[in-house]
Every structure is written in C-alpha cells, then in structure tokens.
C-alpha cells in the first residue's frame, strides 16, 4: 500500500474512523435508494485508493463513495 493522503473536498486528510458529511445528494447504484446532503457518515475506512472510502449508511451497507462529495465533520 502506498503512503498517498485522502483528503476531502476541502483538501482536509482523513484518516480510518473519521466521520464525514455529505456536500451533494448522491443517487445510490443498484438501488432505489438516494443519500441526502448533509448526511453524517461515521467510522470511514480507507480503502487505499486516494480518491475513495469505504462506508456504512443507515440505508446502505458497504458503500463506496468518492471523496470529492465529502467534507469532514
């Protein structure tokens, strides 16, 4: 694994375990299902591409999300 650092949108780096909040409402694939802006993702893993997290939502589990549509909380 490579020693790149995650950073949200705002250049912020993150780390395993942090929370982030959603900056724009994003469509879910394979499911009917949208995240609001704003939402609260807590306990982020990072996945060892810089541009991606891992996450669990309240509405979907294992769900991928890039890191141009978060911030940290």
């Given at each position: ?59 979907v589990k294992g769900l991928v999300l890039k890191t ?6």
């Amino acid at each position: 694994m490579t020693d790149a650092i995650v950073r949200d949108s705002n250049g912020t780096p993150l780390t395993d375990g942090d929370s982030v909040t959603l900056i724009k409402d994003l469509k879910v694939k394979g499911t009917s299902e949208t995240i609001k802006r704003g939402t609260l993702v807590k306990n982020i893993r990072l996945n060892g591409n810089p541009g991606e997290i891992e996450c669990n939502t309240k509405q979907v589990k294992g769900l991928v999300l890039k890191t141009e549509f978060l911030k940290k909380a």
